[in-house]
């Protein structure tokens, strides 16, 4: 008898299903889209509303189109956004919109805690510095600005924490989820209840951590009743949404790495032992005794959009293969046209919101093939950077994926072989995140025995090796690449002091 394993996603866009089976196949897909709220310049919220309704409708989508799926789902797991804040008051009910991960309202807050906190001591006990993603100067924010919320807050979950509780009743955090808080001490793996208490932070507000594989409960009878899942499947605590996606792109070893050219850039690590960096970020591995070391580049994939938008004013197919016919014809360094790609700022390595986008050594003689080429490029010196990092604190990859939108160009997986002077193998059409959280759901009830059996899911690949001529030229690129951000940094600094006003 066939069994099925569920997973859902909980995207900054839309709610995912996705169902495989134990003969490790890809049964069926289904979307639900939803939209970001910006209702203030630096704030994203969802609602969290809108996640559980297209839960209901992706699940009813798959029931409809695979009729023995309802019998045969045997688990379930959840993967998202991480770390989106959802606050609930004593009934369970969400008190606002969701925080997203990416929001950026809590600048005093985190200045004060910055002022307040030993840094370096935080970061040997969670991974990291205070940032916009952490947890503490975002629930401060509410604290602060929104009394009446705070005051009836009972429970803070995140994004596929929530849906895991409205599947099953059962409050829990995965562990991601806690780590990424900067609220977690990743080595004794307990929350730091007296920063948490310093600040006026009830713990309890926190439910218990889970690892990710683990079962937290079984699909109740109101989550039956809405989504025609049967009662009593088992559902585990879940994943973060790129720890999945690492997972469905093969990383299961030490030396793996994975490129992801989305609209931001990630760049994940597996390691095998609990080092954090000051130039990253760190995540537990949802392979047990493997962890993640990982950045994230504020611009990949917007950028080309960016440019292929505004100045061309189209993002037809047809223009992309047009700009690649013209690319090529540059050739590698795009006739010395560098850019800097930190159009939003920078995250890692550089940890610089006031960075700038820059379009170096343009001339007369450049076109937009150049421009366009030198974009790509510049993605890649981003990882390359990132990779460098990586080699001084003694990781060397040993195998390098490629995934989401860029993996789909052979002219931008290309390029990044050049650059990183090593194989690539892209998953051009990646299921991402779903695939990951339903396969490590699958493991934890017997349906798959050994973690490399994620590759069985991921046939269709292309491989591209380094040409030792753009390589050579890379290198000499790259370095100047390197070089002007420590040129530029102080007018970076100096142009966001000044107070630009618009003519009326």
């Known amino acids: 008898m066939r069994k099925y394993a569920l997973g859902i996603d909980i995207g ?9 089976s134990d003969h490790q196949e890809i049964i069926f897909e289904a979307n639900e889209a939803h939209d970001l709220i910006s209702k203030h310049v630096g704030w994203s919220e969802e609602d969290t509303e809108d996640w559980w309704n297209n839960t209901i409708t992706v699940i009813s989508k798959l029931l409809n189109q695979v009729p023995d799926a309802a019998d045969h789902i045997h688990v379930i ?7 989106a804040i959802v606050l609930l008051n004593d009934k369970s009910e969400p008190l606002r919109n969701s925080i997203q991960q990416n929001d950026a309202r809590a600048v005093h ?9 030993d840094q370096d001591e935080l970061f040997q006990l969670t991974g990291g510095y205070t940032n916009q993603q952490h947890v503490l100067p975002r629930l401060l924010w509410v604290k602060e600005n929104e009394p009446e919320v705070w005051s009836k807050t009972s429970c803070v979950l995140g994004s596929y924490d929530y849906i895991t509780y409205k599947l099953t009743g059962t409050k829990s955090i995965e562990v991601n989820w806690a780590v990424e808080s900067g609220l977690y001490d990743i080595h004794k793996q307990v929350w730091l209840t007296d920063k948490m208490k310093e600040f006026g932070i009830d713990p309890a507000l926190f439910p218990n951590v889970q690892l990710s594989g683990e079962i937290v409960g079984t699909i109740n009878r109101e989550a039956s009743q809405k989504t025609g899942l049967r009662e009593n499947i088992p559902v585990i605590a879940g994943s973060a949404d790129h720890v999945a996606s690492t997972l469905a792109a093969g990383i299961v070893e030490e030396g793996d790495l994975l490129i992801k050219f989305g609209g931001a850039g990630d ?5 095998e032992e609990v080092h954090a960096a000051p130039e990253l970020f760190f995540d537990y591995h949802i392979v047990p005794d493997k962890y993640l070391l990982n950045g994230c580049m504020s ?6 959009k960016w440019y292929v938008k505004q100045f061309l004013n189209s993002d037809s197919n047809e223009i992309f293969k047009e700009l690649d016919e013209e690319a090529k014809q540059c050739g590698a360094g795009a006739d010395g046209l560098i850019i800097l790609p930190y159009f939003l700022g920078e995250k890692t390595p550089l940890f610089d919101p006031k960075a700038r986008g820059v379009l170096f050594g343009l001339t007369l003689s450049h076109g937009r093939g150049h421009i366009f080429r030198a974009i790509l490029e510049a993605v890649i010196y981003g990882f ?8 001084k604190l003694g990781y060397r990859p040993r195998r390098i994926f490629a995934t989401n939108g860029g993996a789909k160009s052979s002219f931008w997986c290309q390029i990044a072989a050049d650059v990183l002077k090593s194989d690539i193998r892209s998953f051009p059409y990646h299921p991402g995140s779903a695939l990951g959280v339903a396969f490590l759901a699958g493991m934890s009830v017997g349906m798959y025995t050994d973690w490399a059996q994620i590759h069985n899911f991921l046939q269709d690949y292309k491989d591209y090796q380094p040409t030792l001529a753009n390589s050579e030229i890379y290198d000499q690129t790259y370095a100047i690449y390197r070089n002007l951000y420590g040129q530029l940094s102080l007018s970076f600094d100096m142009v966001n002091e000044i107070k630009f006003k618009r003519e009326v």
Do not use: F, N
């Open 12 to 20: 900054t866009t839309s709610v995912k299903a996705l169902l495989i």
């Open 384 to 391: 390359r950077h990132h990779v460098e990092v990586l080699d």
């Open 109 to 117: 807050e985190i200045e004060q805690l910055k002022q307040s906190i």
């Open 267 to 271: 760049i994940l690590y597996c390691i």
């Open 299 to 304: 611009s990949s994939g917007s950028l080309v």
């Open 77 to 83: 797991g959840v993967s998202g956004m991480v770390p």
